[in-house]
């Protein structure tokens, strides 16, 4: 679309693109600080790998997790300033971001120990998209930014609630006295079903229009 001289055209390819990765990133990350735990010890806990290994990879996960909207976006980003012909931005800002990792980390070890390495990444990654897409902003004459804020707004408020929902679920189960085993998937498979049912409602009620984009590219999949 920019070889072509449709910049209009792509500032609403970029623009659209871009929501639907933060519609999807943002649960994504709210869904795995909450429920990270849990879906460990399914996926992993056995053998060797005992509870405490769950315990400690469920720290470093909540970190890691913050930084997963940034890495998400970065991926689109990154791709638009290719499409300007412009690749010396993206790396910049790249080594920057690292020496800024590089900092972080040293800074946060002491007082966090292996969870501070992984905040440092994700904050430093955090900066870098929103001063990447601040550019890309200027670059591009605009990038439907009030319109961008307000998705994210949105999709934001239903991870709260489906944070809100999955966190009381967790409570439930663990309260429930359950078999160990029984308890072990219904905390990490129910949680997942009733995240992606509450986040789905709250799109619905917040009128989010990334949620009839996801609806039609799913359903289009299917008839595939």
């Known amino acids: 679309q920019y070889a072509a ?4 055209e792509m500032r609403t390819t970029f623009g659209r693109t871009l929501r639907t990765v933060f ?3 943002i649960p994504a990350a709210v869904g ?5 735990q849990p879906l460990i010890r399914v996926l992993l806990e056995r053998g060797q790998f005992t509870a405490e290994s769950t315990a400690l990879v469920a720290y470093a996960l909540q970190f890691y ?3 997963l909207v940034a890495h998400s976006g970065l991926e689109i980003i990154v791709r638009a300033f290719y499409a300007l012909h412009d690749t010396w931005t993206p790396v910049i800002f ?3 971001a690292m020496m800024l990792n590089i900092i972080f980390s ?3 070890v002491k007082p966090l120990g292996f969870g501070g ?3 440092a990444n994700s904050i430093a990654t955090s900066l870098e998209m929103i001063v990447l897409l601040l550019l890309l902003n200027r670059r591009m004459n605009g990038i439907e930014a009030r319109r961008l804020l307000c998705s994210v707004i949105r999709s934001l408020s239903a991870a709260l609630v489906m944070g809100l929902a999955a966190y009381f679920w967790l409570q439930w189960v663990n309260g429930a006295a359950l078999a160990p085993t029984a308890e072990r998937w219904l905390a990490a498979i129910g949680g997942v079903a009733l995240c992606a049912l509450v986040y789905g409602l709250m799109s619905l009620v917040l009128r989010n229009e990334e949620m009839q984009g996801v609806i039609a ?3 289009n999949r299917v008839q595939r």
């Open 65 to 67: 997790a913050v930084g």
């Open 106 to 108: 040293i800074l946060w």
């Open 23 to 25: 519609f999807l990133s």
């Open 94 to 96: 790249g080594i920057g």
């Open 217 to 219: 590219l799913v359903r």
């Open 32 to 36: 795995l600080i909450v429920l990270g």
């Open 5 to 8: 001289g449709l910049h209009d």
């Open 117 to 119: 390495l992984a905040l």
